[in-house]
T-cell receptor, first 112, second 115 residues
C-alpha cells in the first residue's frame, strides 16, 4: 500500500519565493528521505532524516519530521528556476527489511 | 552522473518481443532494485537484490524476470508484455538496506513503450 503521500501534487511559484512540500505517511518509519526528479530522468537523493531527528538542513533545503503526526515537510528557500522538478518523499518502514516506499510526488514549477 | 547506468534509455517493443533492460553500478553497493514509474502513480518497487540474492518480489507478473549475475549488474528480462507495462523503469542501488538509513542512487531510467 502507498506509504508516503505528498501534498500538494503540484506547486507553481515565482523565482525567489520559498516552496514548501509536505509528506504524510501511515505506519512507523525508521527514516524518511526526500528525492528530486527532473522530467523523465532518475531520482536524485536530497536529504535523509532519521526518526529520532526533528529537523535537518542542507544548503537551501530544510526538512522537518513530526513522528507524532506522521508527517514531514521539505522547504526550499529562495527558489530558482533550476529547482523545477518533481519531489518525492520515501519512507523506510520500521520492522521491515529493506523496502522503501515512495509517494506520487509534488511537481514544482519555479517561474523565472 | 549518479554512478548507476541504465541501458537502453528508450525502448519500443511489440507484445510478442523479448528484450532485456540492463543496469550497472560501480559504487561497490550491495543492494540493487528495480522500480516501475507510471504516470500519476507512486513509484512501485518491483524487485530487490541483496548480495546477488533476490530478497523481494513485489507480486510482479512473471513476464518480468530479473537476473543479478553479480553485485554490479542487474537485468530485467521482458517477454510478452502488455501496453499497460509501458512506463519508466528505474534501477537503483544502495550500500546497505534502506532500513539502515542509506540513500539510494538511481539510474536515468529506461522509457519503455509496448505497442
Amino acid at each position: 500500500s502507498q506509504q508516503g503521500e505528498e501534498d500538494p501534487q503540484a506547486l507553481s511559484i515565482q523565482e525567489g519565493e520559498n516552496a514548501t512540500m509536505n509528506c504524510s505517511y501511515k505506519t512507523s518509519i525508521n527514516n524518511l528521505q526526500w528525492y528530486r526528479q527532473n522530467s523523465g530522468r532518475g531520482l536524485v537523493h536530497l536529504i535523509l532524516i532519521r526518526s529520532n531527528e526533528r529537523e535537518k538542513h542542507s544548503g537551501r533545503l530544510r526538512v522537518t519530521l513530526d513522528t507524532s503526526k506522521k508527517s514531514s515537510s521539505l522547504l526550499i528557500t529562495a527558489s530558482r528556476a533550476a529547482d523545477t522538478a518533481s519531489y518525492f518523499c520515501a519512507t523506510a518502514h520500521s520492522g521491515g527489511y529493506q523496502k522503501v516506499t515512495f509517494g506520487i510526488g509534488t511537481k514544482l514549477q519555479v517561474i523565472p | 552522473e549518479t554512478g548507476v547506468t541504465q541501458t537502453p534509455r528508450h525502448l519500443v517493443m511489440g507484445m510478442t518481443n523479448k528484450k532485456s533492460l540492463k543496469c550497472e553500478q560501480h559504487l561497490g553497493h550491495n543492494a540493487m532494485y528495480w522500480y516501475k514509474q507510471s504516470a500519476k502513480k507512486p513509484l512501485e518497487l518491483m524487485f530487490v537484490y541483496n548480495f546477488k540474492e533476490q530478497t523481494e518480489n513485489n507480486s510482479v507478473p512473471s513476464r518480468f524476470s530479473p537476473e543479478c549475475p553479480n553485485s554490479s549488474h542487474l537485468f530485467l528480462h521482458l517477454h510478452t508484455l502488455q501496453p499497460e507495462d509501458s512506463a519508466l523503469y528505474l534501477c537503483a542501488s544502495s550500500q546497505d538496506r534502506p532500513i539502515r538509513g542509506t540513500e539510494a542512487f538511481f539510474g536515468q531510467g529506461t522509457r519503455l513503450t509496448v505497442v
